[in-house]
């Protein structure tokens, strides 16, 4: 099944720092995602972005599907940033949701 | 609208007990999975189902059962409980397979 690769798995910010998430995938997707998991656990839609780009407040997302990434950017962060973003892939027409372990984000005031 | 509802969000268990986790979406979505999550692991597939009465295996399967009698409820059956499935449990539903996929907000299981 397909491979979902994500980094840096950890990043340490100063408010108002910008970023870069990457994602890799291992075989063209049908579905991919990016989500936040809060401090509390719950887990955040924030792209549903098979291809293209998307931008939402300080937030965008690019997916390159012929070259299999697909990158968050995250502008001006703030602490309540701070949490962990997973990006998700599906190939196939049979294919499930597969996550990557994640990048672990800290923005400190 | 309560979009992807789990109950309970928190259970403790004794090795060997028996439990069901209730799963419940009402916006008519015909995909539905259980994840768990452990530290360092990200989610991990354990069953889905792509509508009523049909259910597959996902990643990590064993030890769980699953059913869906309706389109709005899929609930996970652990039957004898072991410390390995002390996790963070996810519910999670769908359009459709290839669909953006909605998250309850977790269970969180401990086996003594």
């Known amino acids: 099944g397909i491979q979902v690769e994500q980094s840096p798995p950890d990043l340490i910010l100063q408010e108002g720092a910008n970023s870069t998430l990457r994602c890799n995938f291992s075989?063209?997707?049908?579905?991919l995602q990016w989500f936040h998991q809060n401090p509390w656990g719950q887990l955040i839609n924030l792209f549903y972005?098979?291809?293209g780009t998307k931008q939402n407040g300080r937030l965008s997302a690019t997916t390159v599907a012929t070259e299999r990434y697909s990158l968050l950017y995250i502008s001006s962060s703030q602490t309540t940033d701070s949490g962990v973003y997973f990006c998700a892939a599906r190939g196939g027409s049979q294919g499930n949701l597969i996550f990557g372990k994640g990048t672990k984000l800290s923005v400190k005031p | 609208n309560a979009g992807v509802t789990q109950t309970p969000k928190f259970q403790v268990l004794k090795t060997g007990q028996s439990m069901t986790l209730q799963c419940a979406q009402d916006m008519n979505h015909e995909y539905m999975s259980w994840y768990r999550q452990d530290p360092g692991m990200g989610l991990r597939l354990i069953h889905y189902s792509v509508g009523a009465g049909i259910t597959d295996q996902g990643e990590v399967p064993n030890g769980y059962n699953v059913s869906r009698s309706t389109t709005e409820d899929f609930p996970l059956r652990l039957l004898s409980a072991a410390p390995s499935q002390t996790s963070v449990y996810f519910c999670a539903s769908s359009p459709q397979g290839a669909g953006e996929l909605f998250f309850g907000e977790g269970s969180r299981l401990t086996v003594l």
């Open positions: 972005i098979p291809s």
């Open positions: 075989d063209s997707v049908n579905n």
